[in-house]
Nanobody, 129 residues
């Protein structure tokens, strides 16, 4: 399974960006998907994850109400709409996929990057003040 993230760039505070993640070699309808980010000198952190069925999502408190994750299973695509961007959102953003390996895995989405099996290469988002 390969993931290719795109859509990052430089934007002023208050602006918007839409990230895309193209998945190949697998069917995202079978996978939990997520976006994570890593700022310089910091650990990779959760942005948002979505269940394979799209019935549940989990957002980091810092992005609630500003970011929205969507998936198009027909196109094998994952998106992250980011609005009202802040300088503290500056980071490399990664899309990730978790292929459930058990019935329990199927039911529950993880918020830990350690549980995700496949990663895109990352796309830089820089928000200027």
């Amino acid at each position: 399974v390969q993931l290719q993230a795109s859509g990052g760039g430089l934007v002023q505070a208050g602006g918007s960006l839409r990230l895309s993640c193209e998945v190949s070699g697998g069917t995202i309808g079978n996978m939990h998907m997520g976006w994570f980010r890593q700022a310089p000198g910091k650990e990779r952190e959760l942005v948002v994850v979505v269940h394979s069925s799209s019935t549940s999502t989990y957002y980091a408190d810092s992005v609630k109400g500003r970011f929205a994750i969507t998936r198009d299973n027909t196109k094998n695509m994952l998106y992250l709409q980011m609005n009202m961007l802040k300088p503290e959102d500056t980071a490399v953003y990664y899309c990730a996929a978790d292929l459930p390996k058990s019935v329990m895995d199927t039911m529950v989405i993880s918020t830990s990057p350690d549980e995700y099996d496949y990663w895109g290469q990352g796309t830089q988002v820089t928000v200027s003040s």
